[in-house]
């Protein structure tokens, strides 16, 4: 549970390497709440969640790349709420990827090693 992990982070001075992925502005109050020191990642369901995410503070904002694909500004948008970009990979090339970062993500989550590898090696 949410109480466990943070408490578990704190007796092995883990708080400064934890990412917590919120789904929800309940979720992301309570980490902040509890400690301040753990970085939110904020699972926006919907772009027209962004906004409220960034107001309440969470640390990192997770955009997909089809949203990417449809607005190319979307990206610097949520940088100037004062947020870095994070992008799921699901599918995505090692080349799709290249070109996110190029448009300012800071970030790429992904379960694929072999297209992360790839993607470093540029």
């Known amino acids: 549970d949410r109480e466990k992990l943070v408490r578990l982070a704190e007796r092995y001075d883990a708080i400064p390497h934890l990412v917590v992925g919120v789904r929800s502005i309940a ?3 309570f980490f902040r709440t509890r400690n301040a020191g753990v970085t939110t990642l904020g699972f926006v369901k919907e772009i027209e969640d962004i906004e409220a995410f960034a107001t309440a503070g969470v640390g990192i904002v997770r955009l997909w790349p089809e949203w990417i694909a449809e ?3 979307l990206i610097d948008r ?3 709420l004062g947020k870095p970009v994070w992008v799921t990979a699901g ?3 090692p080349e799709e990827l290249a070109k996110l970062i190029r448009l300012g993500a800071s970030g790429i989550i992904s379960d694929r090693l072999d297209v992360i590898h790839a993607l470093r090696g540029r």
Request: charged share 35%; proline share 8%; net charge neutral.
């Open 71 to 73: 607005d190319s500004a």
């Open 78 to 80: 949520v940088r100037k």
């Open 27 to 29: 979720d992301l109050q």
């Open 91 to 93: 599918p995505a090339s």
